[in-house]
Every structure is written in C-alpha cells, then in structure tokens.
C-alpha cells in the first residue's frame, strides 16, 4: 500500500512539473489562442472516483495527502475546462483584417460595372511620391499657384479618394488650405473619416465626402488627382474641360485623359500632369 501511495505521489508531482516546464514561442501563442486540455483532466472527467477510490486504500495520512492533491488538482483542471477553445478577440481581429479589403472591392464593383468609376486601386508610395514631386514641381514654376499658396487659398481635391492615403499625403505636404476627397464607396468613405478622426492634425486641413464623382463641381478646385480606368477617361476629361478654370492642374495615375497634351515639363513615370488650359491643344 505504502508503495502504490509513493507511485501516485510521484505521478502527481511528474504532472506539476510537467505544467510548470517553459514552453517554445510558438507553441505558448498556439496554446494562447487554442488552450489544450490537460490528459489528467479528461481522465477525471470520465471517471473522477478513480483517484478517490484509489485513495481510500492507503493509511490514514497518506489519504489525507493524496485527497488534498487531487482536490486542487481537480480544481486547476476544471478551471481549464472553463477556458474558451480559441480566443475571441484574437480570432475576431484576425476575421476583420482579412475580410475588409474584401469588402472594399466588392463595394467597389458596381460602379465599374455602370461605367461610372473604377475599382479600389490604391496608390502606393512610389507612385505617391512622383505624384507629388511633378505637383511641388510645377507650384514651383507657377506664379498663379504660388500666389494662391501664400494666400493660403490653394485647395487639392481626389477624385475616387478611397481610404484617403492621397488626400493625407497632400495635407501632409503643407501646399493647401484644404485637401477633399470624393468617394463613393460606403465602407471606403467610413474608412477613411475614421483614420481622420484619429489623427487630430487632419481635422483642420482634410475633408471626405460620400457623393459620385459626376454629380459634384470641380471649379474651387486647384490640383485635381484622379485614378480611374480607360473606359471612363475621355468622358472625365470633358467634365474636367468644362469645369476647372484656368491655371488649375490636373494629375492622373497610370491612365492618360484622351485628347489632353501631357505637360512635357512635368511627366513622371507613369504619373500624368496635365495644364489648363494648355492641355486642351491636343494630344502629343
């Protein structure tokens, strides 16, 4: 008896330190997530009397010792059988970021599918920084832009703003009283206003706007940005051709506007910067 009791002892004492060894990065944050269940506590759950039985066989202090050690053993595995199999936050965080760029192209599509917009197609910092070293540049050699930026009157607009990284870039830049961005996409425009909301310095210098692109008037508008497709290219260009006023600029990502002549002084790769009303001399 006495040697079944020191067994036990030991098996109990071998699962404490079995618990207390340190684990490998990678298994402590599967655990973290997915917390295993203890093979000691599966055994109880099937049969919690076999330890008890066992137990009473032993002499009296031997008993009071294996019971006490199996009680607080009982009482740490049931307080792991209360733990969730995953961690909620962690797994709903992880559904968010994977589902949200989703949900901003499928938002996106039945404007291109009308013939009245284009996708989400971010523009990335290379592109960014072209965009706005060609705009910089022409400021530059710009008496009319450079009056209007000392009057602290010069104004930016995106067309198809997205989740806002060009219109931001632009107040970053400190070239504007104001930089707006339009975009038609709700989850997008939701997007956008909350990345304003969370950085105080945007407040004053950023607006976004929910409203189609067709539907709005460009002439307070000094810089105009635009990434949009082909298809709608040459009927934006009239729009832009009836509305914005003399000395305004307008710079297109990737596509080209139909008919306009690119600004030869000002032409980055893949990055358009058009003159009005220059640009309306016909294509070179």
Known sequence: TN???????TTITNNYSNWEQPLPALTRIRHFIFPPKSSVSLQQKKNPMNLIGAASESDTATDSLTLSSTTSTITINDDTEDQPKYNPILLGLGGAAFLLPHLFVLLSLPPVLLRRGAPYLPTFGGKLNTTFDLIRGHILHSRHMQQKQTQQ????????????????RAAREGLFAKSVGYEINPALHIFANCRRLMTPRYWSSTQFYMRDLWKIQLHQYDVVAVYGLSPIMKRLGKKLEEELKPG?????????????????????????????????????
């Open 248 to 284: 305004s600029i307008v710079v297109s990502n990737v596509f080209e506007i139909p008919g306009w002549r690119v600004n030869d002084m000002n032409r980055g790769k893949g990055v358009y910067l058009y003159s009005v009303p220059e640009c309306f001399g016909g294509k070179k």
């Open 153 to 168: 009157k010069l104004t930016f607009v995106d067309l198809g703003s997205g989740d806002g990284r060009v219109v931001f």
């Open 3 to 9: 040697k079944n009791s020191k067994a036990r002892d």
